[in-house]
Structures are given as structure tokens and as C-alpha cells.
């Protein structure tokens, strides 16, 4: 499986756009790109997933260059509910079974 | 349609002791995942099960196993609990293959 490295922690003000980016160097040909929100004392929601190009829903845009070798989660105009920790994670979901592998996320701290 | 739920929401055991957790699979799915998240980290794959059987297994060891009914709902079972099975239990429902997984809120476990 891929490893992701993503900040730590990254931190906004209310109303700003919030981009977090994710390095995947060894990312496989059949690896998409996931990324999940997580809540203290919460498990985590799915936000929104991509293989290339750009992918937009309601909640977030995702970014991922032509070598596919980082994405980057954009948060458009965050509030202080969207203060979470967010995870990039990489993998096949045509795969024999699918699991999710975490890492640490980045927690991003939204204020006033 | 109703979402993952986890029983019990927190629970206290003594070292040694056994314990289980179950969780109830979002309507329509037929695979469900567990997860352990230490404190600061992000989730470890436990094992998954698809249909009754598992199917696929992270690094954990024997003493803990699992078991999905015919409606798919699942239950974690941990034998001779040490102190550093204090965790959140996470438990994610699916229809199988791909990478969007619903989580359910967790169970809490202290081993004191």
C-alpha cells in the first residue's frame, strides 16, 4: 500500500479557503485517491475520492497533478465545525478486499 | 436508512478479562470492517468480513477475532485484554469492493 504524508497540523480562520495537500510518491496505477473527516470521539466520514484531474462534490474539491504523486484537499470558505483531523489515504478499490490504511491525518484547527 | 451503530458506547475491563463488541451494518451492506484507534492516531485495520467470512486481516494477533451473522451485523471478540488494547473500536460497513466505508460512532474500551 501507498504511504501518505500529510502536515500535522495546518490552521485557518473562518470563511478562508483550506487547502491540505498529501504526498503519495509510490502510488499505484489502479490507487485512487480518499480522503476522510474525523470528529473527536467519532469515527470517520468519507469525503470524497478521486483517481486523477479534479473531483468536486458539496463538501470539498480534490486536486491531483498529472504524476498523481500528492493530491491536495480544498476546503472552500471552512467554518469552525469543519475543525477536524483529516486523513489522505491511498488504495485499489477493485482490490480482492478493501481496506483503509490511516495515518496520523492532519488536524486542522479552525478559529474565529 | 439507518447508519452503523456500536454496543456498547464505552466499557471497562480489568486485564486478562474477555470482551465483546458489536456493531449493526448500514442497510444494504454486506461487509463490515473493524478498526482499533489509540489515542493521537489514526485507525488500524483489524479485519474485515464479507458475507460471513473473513476476509482479510491486519496485524493484530489471535486473541482477537470476529464473527458476522446472516444479517451482517458483526461482533469483536478480545481475549486476555492487556492495557494496551485501551482503544476506540471502530466499526465501518460497505458493500465490498471500494473505498467509501461508513463508520459507526465506536466503542470506548478501558483495560485497567
Known amino acids: 500500500l501507498a504511504k501518505t504524508t500529510q502536515p500535522i497540523s495546518m490552521d485557518s480562520y473562518e470563511g478562508q479557503e483550506v487547502n491540505i495537500t498529501c504526498s503519495h510518491n509510490?502510488?499505484?496505477?489502479?490507487?485512487?485517491i480518499t480522503w476522510y473527516q474525523q470528529f473527536p470521539s467519532q469515527g470517520p466520514r468519507f469525503i470524497i475520492q478521486?483517481?486523477?484531474t479534479k473531483v468536486t462534490n458539496e463538501v470539498a474539491s480534490l486536486f491531483i497533478p498529472a504524476d498523481r504523486k500528492s493530491s491536495t484537499l480544498s476546503l472552500p470558505r471552512v467554518s469552525l465545525s469543519d475543525t477536524a483531523v483529516y486523513y489522505c489515504?491511498?488504495?485499489?478499490?477493485?482490490?480482492?478486499?478493501?481496506?483503509?490504511?490511516f495515518g496520523k491525518g492532519t488536524m486542522l484547527l479552525v478559529s474565529p | 436508512e439507518t447508519g452503523v451503530t456500536q454496543s456498547p458506547t464505552h466499557l471497562i475491563k480489568t486485564r486478562g478479562q474477555q470482551v465483546t463488541l458489536r456493531c449493526s451494518s448500514q442497510?444494504?451492506?454486506?461487509?463490515v470492517s473493524w478498526y482499533q484507534q489509540a489515542l493521537g492516531q489514526g485507525p488500524q485495520f483489524i479485519f474485515q468480513?464479507?458475507?460471513?467470512?473473513?476476509?482479510g486481516r491486519g496485524n493484530f494477533p489471535p486473541r482477537f477475532s470476529g464473527l458476522q451473522f446472516p444479517n451482517y451485523s458483526s461482533e469483536l471478540n478480545v481475549n486476555a485484554l492487556e492495557l494496551d488494547d485501551s482503544a476506540l473500536y471502530l466499526c465501518?460497513?460497505?458493500?465490498?469492493?471500494?473505498?467509501?466505508?461508513?463508520f459507526g460512532p465506536g466503542t470506548r474500551l478501558t483495560v485497567t
Open positions: 465501518a460497513s460497505s458493500t465490498g469492493q471500494g473505498l467509501e466505508q461508513y
Open positions: 509510490n502510488i499505484a496505477t489502479n490507487d485512487y
Open positions: 478521486g483517481y486523477k
Open positions: 489515504l491511498v488504495g485499489d478499490p477493485n482490490s480482492g478486499y478493501s481496506t483503509l490504511t
Open positions: 442497510s444494504g451492506h454486506n461487509t
Open positions: 468480513y464479507y458475507r460471513e467470512e473473513e476476509n
